[in-house]
């Protein structure tokens, strides 16, 4: 019997250091500074006890532990604010006309540590043909703002010139909305733009800086709220900002995109052959659109509750649901995250939806028993959570699930969860499935979306109400074979369409003949497909410097290291081999691929024509291996002289681009002793040659020259160089830039390596990435005086110099480009800048493109 395997996803948590700590010589551990953060709750005290283990050189191999003496600290307490733009609603329908009253919707969002006020000024920043006038619905007063604490249920006035909120707690929001009035002598295409706050560049959480129309937080007294911590801010008062706009003659669209996303993140078989004690995790997230990916024009608003009944009580609530899958039990009563309550309900799933159905809070009215439970919940705290604002993500919601005592084997567990809610200021409802990227279930690929069938009824490609049938029971009726579409990697990459896609998975008990193999320590990773006999090991050979894009190389060899099991309940012999690639011509002739247990070792040369490995090596064979046994083996590919980059276009292996090498090696295991397999399983080992593709484009501005060419302004239609086009689809435009013109340079860099597709595999991330644009270099020239004028051809414009990422730029000057500066402009390498050196923050992931962008002007 396999050992039980539990796979926990990892979440990302944004923590800044809390304290910093010392072991010194004589064993105690000192308090340095407390370099507190926001988001962890102020006044919470922090206990840290270290251990250590160490040797003594003279007996070698014997581990001593210590445990040092116990510190405290406690977090300081820490002001935050963020403004959001949270949609623009046409109070007179239809397009944005002269008289029209349009209200203006921001999110305010305490993302301190601490409860506190803020601060509303009864006025907003107009530019074009609006002003801050008219009524707003709800009990508006004329000419006046509005807020509301729970989350657009009731508004309060902004009366007099200012407005202090109750108290809000950490990541609680409050809503602010503006009345706008479209003026005489509007024209179309004319734009309103409205700011709320006053912030530089609308920055968020900034200290403030006291201006009029300023949105700030205001401390509450000590001892006022509870939580509440004793003195001031560290970090002072602050403030936030933000604008929206719209234009004249517009049909406005705002509306909420929330997407509800699923992953199994757990399995546990307790270590028995039964399935009726095994248990199956799951964790969900909320994520809150801030920009829109449909191409619908949609202004994306923040999400707020939509009536469901709690507690025999109807209410609104923002609710995340998912029903218990046919053949299991909840196993345990959830723990919802923070300002979350969990809620259930016993009634018949397939009959009654789960925005009609009656649900119970777990606290004030838990359960006869588990098994009764039919769907389990989350709901907001409105008091607390209001509304959940764009751009904002809550994780933190888990189910577990528990086999039943009747079920067999094999046990298909098919679930699906969902997200009712409302966009603020509307009636519009607001409905997801998970297992795809998709917001709201919106049908369709990226950038052209539509809404579900029938549930856009005016045409304006907005959902406006339910499907005809209320909406799917969430309900799996055929879990081997879902009505609702599947997401086979459980990583919500099911492909978007009508609603959702079903998280599936096999709960079995063990055969007498099985075995796994997969990357190292995971014998039962799963792959792209869900399944174990396509996950894999990501590794990249070393690439010289200088190599460029269309070149071929002698790859180094690259090692793996792998994990086979006996999965089965019977011991036996594994044996293990390459095997053909999915597509043959995926691997290059010649590849040699050697596989090694203990002292013995076989190589095998591939031949691309046939798709065969041969070998005069024995095989590689582990006797006489125990149920549950795990055992590791290594595998080193060797890549033949001639192999393309992984980063470029590689039409003849297998007409595709960016992609590794793939070996797969089949173990096989034979519990019978007649020499033929019982089972086996694929694991596949994947070599690169490089994985950071880096493409340049460029294109000319005006600036103080003449006018620019056709198509020269376009990054798209940058010109191959190298026998590479960044652009195949996009006509080439040559760049004759003249004298004042500006040349805007973009290196897209981009990981293009497999994204963990599955579980338990080894994947590429791309850490301490530095590009370094060196202008005095060869073939570089930018910084250089080419026509011995006097001046070098092209300047620096200061502050262009950006990555679309989080990284820090150095400037260098002179030739050579040595002499560490600041960013600044002129006429010689000595004044100007000529090299950039950017280094990025953190890790690319795999399929992550990000840019480094910067401009020079044409002397």
């Known amino acids: 019997m396999p050992q039980s395997k539990q796979f926990v996803k990892k979440r990302s948590h944004l923590y800044r250091s809390l304290v910093a700590t010392a072991l010194l010589a004589n064993g105690i551990f000192q308090f340095v500074a407390p370099v507190l953060a926001e988001g962890t709750t102020a006044g919470e005290s922090i206990s840290n006890t270290a251990t250590a283990t160490y040797e003594d050189p003279n007996n070698p191999g014997t581990t001593i532990n210590a445990t040092s003496n116990t510190v405290t600290v406690t977090v300081a307490e820490v002001a935050g604010i963020t403004v959001t733009s949270s949609g623009v609603v046409d109070n007179n329908g239809g397009s944005v006309q002269v008289g029209d009253l349009l209200i203006y919707t921001y999110t305010l969002t305490n993302v301190g540590n601490d409860p506190t006020k803020f601060r509303i000024p009864n006025l907003a920043t107009t530019t074009g043909p609006g002003t801050v006038s008219g009524t707003l619905p709800?009990?508006?007063?004329?000419?006046?703002?509005?807020?509301?604490?729970?989350?657009?249920t009731t508004w309060q006035n902004v009366t007099n010139t200012e407005a202090f909120t109750d108290p809000v707690v950490p990541g609680g929001t409050v809503l602010v909305r503006v009345p706008i009035t479209v003026q005489a002598g509007a024209q179309t295409n004319d734009i309103i733009t409205v700011t709320l706050g006053n912030t530089p560049g609308d920055a968020q959480n900034q200290l403030r800086s006291p201006d009029g129309a300023d949105v700030y937080t205001v401390d509450n007294a000590n001892g006022s709220t509870p939580g509440e911590v004793d003195g001031a801010p560290i970090n002072g008062v602050r403030e936030a900002s933000s604008t929206q706009q719209i234009k004249v003659g517009t049909s406005l669209k705002t509306f909420s995109l929330a997407t509800i996303l699923k992953t199994r993140s757990g399995y546990n078989n307790a270590g028995t052959d039964p399935i009726t004690d095994d248990k199956l995790t799951y964790d969900l997230s909320l994520r809150v659109e801030s920009t829109d990916p449909t191409g619908q024009g949609i202004t994306p608003a923040a999400l707020t509750g939509t009536t469901i009944n709690v507690d025999s009580t109807p209410g609104n609530y923002i609710l995340v649901s998912d029903a218990i899958p046919a053949g299991t039990d909840l196993a345990v009563a959830p723990t919802p995250p923070p300002n979350w309550e969990a809620v259930y309900t016993t009634d018949n799933p397939a009959t009654v939806d789960a925005n009609a159905a009656s649900w119970k809070t777990f606290t004030a009215n838990p359960p006869a028993s588990l098994a009764s439970v039919t769907r389990v919940g989350f709901i907001n705290k409105p008091a607390v959570i209001s509304s959940i604002a764009p751009g904002t993500t809550v994780n933190g919601f888990q189910i577990q699930l528990a086999v039943e005592s009747t079920a067999t084997s094999p046990l298909t567990v098919a679930n699906i969860a969902q997200l009712f809610g409302q966009t603020p200021g509307t009636n519009a409802p607001v409905y997801d499935e998970s297992g795809d990227q998709n917001p709201s279930n919106y049908d369709g690929p990226l950038g052209n979306m539509t809404p579900l069938p029938d549930t856009d009824t005016n045409g304006d490609g907005v959902p406006d109400t339910l499907p005809p049938d209320k909406v799917d029971d969430g309900f799996i009726n055929t879990p081997g074979s879902p009505e609702t579409g599947t997401d086979p990697s459980n990583n919500n990459?099911?492909?978007?369409?009508?609603?959702?896609?079903?998280?599936?998975?096999?709960?079995?008990?063990?055969?007498?003949?099985?075995?796994?193999?997969?990357?190292?320590?995971?014998?039962?990773?799963?792959?792209?497909?869900?399944?174990?006999?396509?996950?894999?090991?990501?590794?990249?050979?070393?690439?010289?410097?200088?190599?460029?894009?269309?070149?071929?190389?002698d790859p180094s060899g690259v090692a793996f290291t792998n994990t086979i099991e006996n999965s089965g309940t019977?011991?036996?012999?594994?044996?293990?081999?390459?095997?053909?690639?999915?597509?043959?011509?995926?691997?290059?002739?010649?590849?040699?691929?050697?596989?090694?247990?203990?002292?013995?070792?076989?190589?095998?040369?591939?031949n691309q024509a046939t798709g065969t490995f041969t070998t005069t090596s024995t095989p590689i064979t582990i006797a006489n291996v125990a149920p549950g046994t795990t055992v590791n083996y290594g595998v080193e590919v060797n890549l033949p002289s001639g192999t393309p980059l992984s980063t470029d276009t590689i039409p003849n292996y297998a007409g595709d681009t960016e992609f590794g090498f793939p070996v797969p090696i089949t173990a096989a295991i034979?519990?019978?002793?007649?020499?033929?397999?019982?089972?086996?399983?694929?694991?596949?080992?994947?070599?690169?040659?490089?994985?950071?593709?880096?493409?340049?484009?460029?294109?000319?501005?005006?600036?103080?020259?003449?006018?620019?060419?056709?198509?020269?302004?376009?990054?798209?239609?940058?010109?191959?160089?190298?026998?590479?086009?960044?652009?195949?689809n996009v006509a080439d435009v040559a760049r004759t830039p003249a004298p004042g013109n500006i040349i805007e340079y973009q290196i897209r860099y981009k990981n293009i390596s497999d994204a963990q597709s599955g579980?338990?595999?080894?994947?590429l991330n791309a850490d301490k990435v530095v590009i370094t644009e060196d202008g005095t270099q060869a073939p570089n020239n930018w910084a250089l005086d080419n026509d011995s004028s006097g001046q070098i051809d092209t300047s620096n414009i200061v502050g262009t110099a950006k990555d679309s990422g989080a990284a820090t730029i150095n400037f260098y000057s002179g030739n050579p480009a040595s002499n560490s500066s600041i960013d600044k402009t002129g006429t010689t390498v000595d004044a100007d800048i000529t090299k950039y050196v950017d280094t990025v923050t953190g890790k690319v992931a795999p399929g992550e493109q990000r840019t480094f962008t910067f401009q020079r002007k044409v002397n």
């Open 570 to 606: 019977d011991p036996g012999t594994i044996t293990l081999v390459p095997t053909t690639p999915a597509n043959r011509l995926d691997l290059p002739n010649g590849t040699q691929v050697t596989i090694t247990y203990g002292s013995s070792s076989a190589v095998y040369t591939y």
């Open 493 to 553: 990459s099911g492909d978007g369409s009508t609603g959702g896609e079903a998280n599936i998975f096999t709960v079995q008990a063990p055969e007498a003949s099985a075995v796994l193999n997969g990357p190292q320590n995971a014998p039962d990773a799963t792959g792209p497909s869900g399944q174990t006999n396509d996950d894999f090991t990501n590794k990249s050979s070393l690439v010289p410097a200088g190599t460029l894009p269309g070149s071929t190389l």
């Open 759 to 763: 579980t338990g595999n080894v994947i």
């Open 138 to 152: 709800n009990g508006g007063t004329p000419n006046n703002l509005q807020y509301s604490t729970d989350g657009g």
């Open 670 to 728: 034979d519990t019978t002793g007649d020499g033929n397999p019982d089972g086996q399983n694929i694991t596949i080992d994947r070599v690169y040659t490089g994985f950071l593709k880096m493409v340049k484009v460029s294109r000319v501005l005006p600036g103080t020259g003449p006018a620019v060419g056709t198509g020269q302004d376009d990054f798209e239609s940058t010109p191959a160089v190298n026998g590479i086009d960044p652009n195949s």
